[in-house]
């Protein structure tokens, strides 16, 4: 895989990099509100998460608007994320990485492994926007990211230029993964 990723991707990758560089360009760092200063060093790298199971009501809701807005549920979990970080965070345009799985070229889709590429999402909340027009713009974005997710994650970080900082991770801080599991 890492050979076909070098190798068959090279002209892709200088294509998709330039989508990547407009879309990620400028986006101000997510700053989450915390309980004590977060150190200029970190003493560790060790990351947190968090994990909450979504069911019942809530679940048949966001399937129901992602039907009417012709999206997936994973877009509408997104955009509700999405919107929890808005809230929290007061920032109206900011990155959110996500998993994307790369399996499209011939031979791969065999083989064992998870071929994972993390791709980074903006999140714009311009215009105090509704819920569902808020899920209408993440279906978009989720689609644009989704089409150039081929590029590897460092290639892309180094293409775009984030201001560095040695306690937070290039691009995007927060990472949305969906483990929903389909009857």
């Known amino acids: 895989y890492a050979v076909w990723e070098q190798e068959a991707m090279a002209e892709t990758h200088t294509r998709e990099l330039a989508f990547w560089r407009e879309a990620l360009t400028d986006a101000a760092p997510l ?18 998460s968090s994990r909450r199971e979504i069911s019942g009501p809530w679940v048949d809701e966001l399937r129901m608007i992602a039907a009417e807005q012709g999206t ?5 979990l997104f955009a509700a994320f999405g919107a929890v ?7 109206d ?10 399996r499209d070229a011939e031979g791969l889709q065999t083989t064992m492994g998870p071929l994972l590429n993390e791709v980074c999402v903006r999140l714009q909340h311009h215009g105090n926007p ?4 808020l899920v ?9 990211a ?27 801080q927060v990472e ?8």
């Not at 700053?31 to 947190?48: E, I, K, N, Q, Y």
């Not at 345009?93 to 790369?102: G, H, N, Q, R």
């Not at 209408?136 to 644009?144: E, K, M, N, W, Y």
């Open 31 to 48: 700053v989450l509100p915390t309980d004590r200063p977060r150190p200029d060093r970190p003493s560790s790298f060790a990351s947190g």
């Open 72 to 76: 997936s549920l994973f877009s509408a």
């Open 85 to 91: 970080l808005h809230r929290w965070s007061e920032c």
């Open 93 to 102: 345009d900011f990155l959110v990485a996500t998993p994307a799985a790369d």
């Open 130 to 133: 509704s819920f569902v027009a």
């Open 136 to 144: 209408r713009r993440v279906r978009g974005t989720l689609a644009d």
């Open 146 to 172: 989704n089409t150039h997710r081929h590029v590897p994650f460092s290639r892309v970080a180094a293409a775009c230029e984030p201001v560095r900082a040695p306690h937070r991770k290039p691009l995007a």
């Open 176 to 183: 949305f993964v969906d483990h929903t599991f389909h009857d």
